[in-house]
């Protein structure tokens, strides 16, 4: 390849079909945390819509483990945005109300693909504080990017519906649908 290429063509070289590079990625984090239990954005939504779940889930906790900058163009409704650098497992926990009515009956972590979130979830479900509560905690497979690339529901800043994602960088966003990308500095044009 010619260093004259620019990069949507070296992109669409290296990505031929992103719904296999999604599944190649999503098989990288399953491997990487075997006892992470992922669940699918169907799943997900289902939950969030009030369906019942088999495990009958109805609150969540919605954890999303991005920096600010991609959380601000866009998160899943009801998301907490928590930083794995400096919110500590023992505040998720502070998070969860004691009351039986306002407890989450799942914590869904998330991040772009998958594996930042994964790790936080695999944090959490270690942390002896967090099992005793017998709360379940999930990884959201193929997180937000999956989920924006589904078109499902998403929120910005202001909480107002939004289409648009963060890319994360260069190459994680090849993952998502080029038409939705969006960087907080293209918020400023």
Known sequence: MSAEHTE????AESVKDPSVSMRLTLTGIRTRFPRVTHIATETLHSWMQGGCAPEGHKSLLLLDTRPPEEYLISHLPGAVRVDPSTTGL???IEMIPSSPNKTPEAVVCYCSVGYRSSLYADKLE???AFRQTGIPVYNLEGSLFKWANERRPLVDSNNQPTQYAHPYNFIWGKLL???IRKTVADSRD
Do not use: P, T, Y
Not at 8 to 11: C, I, K, L
């Open 8 to 11: 949507d063509e070296m992109g």
């Open 90 to 92: 023992e505040n998720v």
């Open 126 to 128: 270690s942390l002896a």
């Open 177 to 179: 649908d080029k038409a």
